[in-house]
């Protein structure tokens, strides 16, 4: 065995411990659902989430079903060459070329059913989440007006509170967007209070400095 054969042997050894190719479950609740702002706006993530899932594993599943009837094609064309009576030169290479070409589509059906299993995984991941949700309040259409208030208000008041502690500057879409809530809004009343002291301490800055002059 050369010193590369010993390496690709350590290699595939090693990359038998390698982390599953999928996201974490903790990923999952805590950076996928968990960054929504309210119980509705993670059942409506939860949904998403699921339907993407269920599109990946149609079309693995589909993409399997075609590598497998292209091995049956090669299979066939293998069979057609070792039955005909040929000596010529080309033949044995034709044949290794197949044998390569059925190895690499084996690997790769079996990469797929594995990246298969994953999306079941995280598919039943989100359909579990989605039945636990529901368990603390059901399912509101997504036009529902009372729960995209809340959502809007619950964001809205996310995205303000972090960039005011952060001290950075509250982009002027964000304002308008703050503006345009429901006039009962306690986001949009804190946006105005905001803005009123920036006028406040604008003018006051002015005042200042007429006297200087």
Known sequence: MSSNDELFVKIDKVLEKAPENRH?????????????????????QALRELQVRRDNIDALKLQIEDTEDEIELLKIDYENLTSKDQNGRKTPIRIRRLKRKQESLLRNIDKMKKKLEFEVQEARFFLQAFEALEQIEPM??????????????????????????????????????????????????????????????????????????
């Open 140 to 213: 509101k259409d997504y036009d529902d007006h009372q729960a995209q208030q809340e959502y809007w208000e619950a964001k809205l008041h996310e995205e303000i509170e972090l960039r005011i502690l952060t001290k950075q500057p509250l982009p002027s879409d964000l304002l308008k967007t703050a503006l345009s809530l429901h006039s009962d809004s306690g986001v949009r009343a804190q946006v105005i209070k905001l803005l009123e002291n920036c006028k406040t301490q604008i003018q006051i800055a002015c005042e200042k400095e007429n006297d200087v002059r």
């Open 24 to 44: 974490s479950y903790y990923q999952l609740k805590y950076f996928v659902l968990g960054k929504e702002p309210t119980t509705q706006s993670q059942i409506w």
